[in-house]
T-cell receptor
Framework: GAVVSQHPSWVICKSGTSVKIECRSLDFQATTMFWYRQFPKQSLMLMATSNEGSKATYEQGVEKDKFLINHASLTLSTLTVTSAHPEDSSFYIC???????????????FGEGSWLTVV | AQSVTQPDIHITVSEGASLELRCNYSYGATPYLFWYVQSPGQGLQLLLKYFSGDTLVQGIKGFEAEFKRSQSSFNLRKPSVHWSDAAEYFCAVGHLGDMRFGAGTRLTVKP
């Protein structure tokens, strides 16, 4: 079946630095990808919708200058946490929409997630 | 606005017993409904989804869910729970991406 890959799975960075997380659709093209954030023992919160070739759409309360999203190709979206601080430490998950035909069409697939720890 | 409610934060069942996890939603149109499972420190795995058609949906790992429009519910069921089913379960509603998740229900399985 379709697979969405996230990299890195774990990352530790110093406060004030930036870190990039990649989300790739491995066997389908995804014009739309989504970024979620999950704090420990909480649910997933949609941060932004990433659209290939255009600007991302951010949810209310999400700082677009802090969480930079780039969707330069049909199989890759990146989330860059700029000037990271300890409160940005969280589990970040991406998803991609397979709009192809067949039984997998119009289905959302999630990546395995990326743990970010800012020290 | 769309929203998802999972009334049960934590459920404990004995291995071999039946399971039902509740999910209620609020959505302006016919929703797309999903159930995901998440093991500790892991990503999400899709158990099943409902788009249209038969309101009883079969998923992986022996799970099923029933869409009841009149009750705005999409409850997840399993006839006999295995110890490996212990995890966090999330109900989600959306239209192919702009998904909203419930708070999750943590399932503990007793031997």
């Amino acid at each position: 079946g379709a697979v969405v890959s996230q990299h890195p799975s774990w990352v530790i960075c110093k406060s004030g630095t930036s870190v990039k997380i990649e989300c790739r659709s491995l066997d389908f093209q995804a014009t739309t990808m989504f970024w979620y954030r999950q704090f420990p023992k909480q649910s997933l919160m949609l941060m932004a919708t990433s659209n290939e070739g255009s600007k991302a759409t951010y949810e209310q309360g999400v700082e677009k200058d802090k969480f930079l999203i780039n969707h330069a190709s049909l199989t890759l979206s990146t989330l860059t946490v700029t000037s990271a601080h300890p409160e940005d430490s969280s589990f970040y998950i991406c998803s991609a929409r397979d709009t192809g035909t067949g039984s997998s069409g119009n289905t959302i697939y999630f990546g395995e997630g990326s743990w970010l720890t800012v020290v | 606005a769309q929203s998802v409610t999972q009334p049960d934060i934590h459920i404990t069942v004995s291995e071999g017993a039946s399971l039902e996890l509740r999910c209620n939603y609020s959505y302006g149109a016919t929703p797309y409904l999903f159930w995901y499972v998440q093991s500790p420190g892991q990503g999400l795995q899709l158990l099943l989804k409902y788009f249209s058609g038969d309101t009883l949906v079969q998923g992986i790992k022996g799970f099923e869910a029933e869409f009841k429009r009149s009750q705005s519910s999409f409850n997840l069921r399993k006839p006999s729970v295995h110890w490996s089913d212990a995890a966090e379960y999330f109900c989600a509603v959306g239209h192919l991406g702009d998904m909203r998740f419930g708070a999750g229900t943590r399932l503990t399985v007793k031997p």
